[in-house]
């Protein structure tokens, strides 16, 4: 019920590329109404637009786009990617605010506000007026997929590492494209899309009455008959019994927590990188997700320039991650995160580095297909890729801070996103974009390699280094070790 909500933000995420689109269009005389696509003013830029009474552009009325809607070409061109600019914008603006929302208010009361808040204005922009109505209302939609990607991942501090990789690995977010690649086929119309889109976010606020809080985040926070209930119900619907000193190994955090805060210790992004270590490893886990999300959604947004269909290419982009999800988790699992990281990283380097070398070597008819294809395969990998790297992320920082340091990664990510749809807009040089991409996948693969170490078999930490002893595990939390966290003993 929490991830069900993630279908909405992939498919809300990646509207811009279909809103993008240019429908067929050209300029017509008025006074004769020669409507037709072989007129010789077909698609040509340099025609006097304020004299109507000479010429003005039709659109091919089968297809509504943003672009149709408020006749973005030509001098306007600009306009569109400067949209979806602005979406990622908010997107960043969502993940700087909700990590600290989360920490503060708690992860349940910040994840269904952000659906709300991303229902009411998905239907609200469905009756935009203006580009730049509409533009200032993506922004806000941004808002609230950046706040879900932040807060969704709560459901990792109830979950032993074998079962964290299923939260980034199970591909609702690519279902939620799939379905958008379905929607836009059948309805068309850029504003019937995003109605659809927030009126299916509508029936995912009924989990407020079946979703718990996070039992970590109340242990810190000293809200002791919380946490517990909470953990009785989970031990009741898994059909185990409470372990008889759930109380006292809650109460052990809490008080943890309250020495802490007798010295007027408080958390913020700063203690992400409060001492060295932390924050060598924070800075190269902030510059991987940049260049991750420069790819990934240079890559999405771009889909419209490569050849072929753009409904089918849109939805192979997605569904092909489906076969490739299950290997990756038991890889994940077996092997480790970076390891999972490395391997796709590799692999989507070495696709851009083909495609480079077939726009030189072969002939622009036979090069099309090969060059869609690859293109494809890089977006998948980098996927993965990210998955892997999104659950070494959650496993690197303690309860305390881990909305936090989550946070502050996807922000990061926002920012490379920000960027992103300009990757294939800004030049007509087909090599220039396969090109960064080599760069940016090659320097995260640098970084995870000699940087990050692996987070597989680790324990979740609650408290900062240096409040309580953190120690490796090899299998699942025992119960019985004194020397682990204190919450990863209680196995109901």
Excluded at 330 to 346: H, Q
């Amino acid at each position: 019920m929490v991830f069900v909500p993630k279908l909405a933000m992939g498919y809300n995420m990646m509207i811009m590329a279909f809103g993008a689109l240019e429908p067929e269009w050209w300029c017509a005389d008025s006074a004769l109404e020669q409507l037709s696509s072989n007129s010789s003013s077909y698609k040509q830029c340099d025609v006097d637009i304020n004299n109507s009474s000479t010429c003005h552009r039709v659109y091919d009325g089968q297809l509504k786009t943003v672009v149709s809607e408020w006749d973005l070409v030509c001098e306007r061109k600009w306009v569109t990617p400067i949209i979806t600019s602005i979406q990622m914008s908010g997107v960043l603006v969502g993940t700087l605010i909700c990590g600290q929302l989360a920490d503060s208010f708690g992860r349940k009361k910040t994840f269904y506000l952000t659906l709300l808040l991303h229902s009411i204005v998905s239907i609200g922009i469905g009756f935009s007026t203006s580009w730049q109505m509409f533009t200032a209302l993506r922004f806000v939609i941004g808002i609230a997929m950046g706040a879900y990607l932040v807060v969704c991942m709560f459901p990792v501090e109830f979950l032993s590492f074998r079962w964290r990789p299923f939260l980034t690995l199970i591909p609702f977010w690519a279902t939620g494209v799939c379905f958008l690649s379905l929607s836009t086929y059948l309805l068309q119309d850029w504003s019937y899309v995003h109605i659809a889109v927030g009126i299916f976010t509508v029936p995912c606020l009924l989990g407020w009455f079946i979703i718990p809080e996070s039992v970590r985040w109340l242990a810190v926070k000293g809200q002791i008959k919380e946490a517990e209930d909470i953990v009785e119900m989970v031990a009741k619907m898994n059909g185990r019994v409470k372990p008889s000193n759930t109380k006292e190994l809650i109460m052990k955090i809490t008080k943890e927590e309250e020495a802490q805060k007798k010295g007027g210790k408080t958390y913020s992004y700063l203690d992400i990188y409060r001492g060295a270590k932390i924050a060598k490893h924070t800075i190269s886990l902030h510059i991987v997700w940049w260049c991750l999300a420069a790819s990934y959604y240079g890559f999405s947004f771009g889909v419209g320039k490569f050849s072929g269909n753009y409904y089918l290419n849109q939805f192979l982009m997605n569904i092909l991650e489906f076969p490739i999800c299950i290997p990756a988790i038991y890889f994940m699992n077996r092997f480790g995160r970076r390891a999972i990281g490395l391997l796709m990283l590799g692999l989507g380097t070495s696709c851009c580095v083909m495609v480079v070398i077939v726009q030189y070597t072969v002939n622009a008819v036979d090069s099309g297909t090969i060059i869609t294809v690859l293109s494809l395969a890089t977006r998948i990998f980098t996927g993965q890729a990210w998955a892997g790297i999104i659950t070494m992320t959650n496993e690197s920082y303690p309860t305390v801070i881990r909305s936090l340091g989550y946070g502050a990664a996807n922000t990061s990510a926002r920012l490379g996103s920000v960027v992103a749809p300009f990757v294939f807009a800004l030049t007509s040089e087909e090599t220039i974009p396969y090109v960064i991409v080599i760069v940016l996948e090659g320097v995260s693969f640098g970084i995870v390699y000699f940087l990050l170490p692996e987070t597989l078999g680790t324990a979740l930490e609650d408290l900062l280094p240096g409040q309580q002893e953190s120690k490796e595990i090899q299998g699942d939390p025992d119960p019985e070790d004194e020397k682990k966290s204190a919450l990863n003993r209680v196995e109901v």
